[in-house]
């Protein structure tokens, strides 16, 4: 929607509020992997839940993570050593455990530089690349120093759901 210059905050009957919850359903639209976030800080190990995950450059091999500034473990994040580990279909549970519904303790793996979660999809571990405000997320640039990954569907998220998405016959790596 185009706001008129000198508009209010509401306009065709929303509020801010409002206008905010119907970008983030927009916004949901928009189909994601599901991945975890997880460093250790200075006194304990963490995980975050996220579906802001991109690839940014294969020389340097370089992925950012968008992190919300209201996330309990977001301002421990800051400068140390990362994983992203990407979920598999069946590790819903595994998601809802670092989003905010404790589940079963999962199983660790010592990583390189970071640690990361046993039976993952795919993970990247990452030292600290670069950190850049994103309003009210940060965006962790991490540089890739391990990385791996098995076969199994991936785990989704869209409109407010998770999903799953299956495994194709080839991937990308077959292509080129």
């Given at each position: 929607?185009?706001?008129?210059?000198?508009?209010?905050?509401?306009?065709?009957?929303?509020?801010?509020?409002?206008?905010?919850?119907?970008?983030?359903?927009?916004?949901?639209?928009?189909?994601?992997?599901v991945?975890?976030?997880?460093?250790?800080?200075?006194?304990?190990?963490?995980?975050?839940?996220?579906?802001?995950?991109?690839?940014?450059?294969?020389?340097?091999p370089?992925?950012l993570?968008?992190?919300?500034?209201?996330?309990?473990?977001?301002?421990?994040?800051?400068?140390?050593?990362?994983?992203?580990n990407?979920?598999?279909?069946?590790?819903?549970?595994?998601?809802?455990?670092?989003?905010?519904?404790?589940?079963?303790?999962?199983?660790?793996?010592?990583?390189?530089?970071?640690?990361?979660?046993?039976?993952?999809?795919?993970?990247?571990?990452?030292?600290?690349?670069?950190?850049?405000?994103?309003?009210?997320?940060?965006?962790?640039?991490?540089?890739?120093?391990?990385?791996?990954?098995?076969?199994?569907?991936?785990?989704?998220?869209?409109?407010?759901?998770?999903?799953?998405?299956?495994?194709?016959?080839?991937g990308?790596?077959?292509?080129?």
């Amino acid at each position: 929607m185009i706001r008129e210059p000198g508009a209010g905050p509401e306009k065709r009957g929303r509020t801010v509020s409002g206008r905010a919850h119907h970008f983030r359903g927009s916004l949901g639209r928009f189909a994601t992997g599901v991945a975890i976030v997880t460093f250790d800080g200075s006194t304990t190990r963490h995980g975050i839940t996220v579906n802001s995950f991109t690839s940014v450059s294969l020389d340097p091999p370089l992925v950012l993570v968008s992190i919300a500034r209201s996330t309990r473990a977001h301002d421990e994040l800051a400068g140390r050593p990362f994983t992203v580990n990407i979920l598999g279909a069946e590790q819903k549970a595994l998601a809802m455990h670092f989003a905010g519904t404790p589940g079963a303790e999962p199983q660790w793996v010592e990583g390189t530089v970071a640690p990361r979660l046993s039976r993952v999809l795919a993970y990247f571990e990452c030292k600290p690349w670069a950190a850049y405000d994103g309003g009210d997320h940060t965006l962790y640039l991490g540089e890739v120093v391990d990385f791996n990954y098995r076969s199994g569907d991936a785990l989704a998220f869209a409109s407010g759901r998770f999903t799953t998405i299956p495994e194709s016959q080839l991937g990308v790596e077959d292509l080129l």
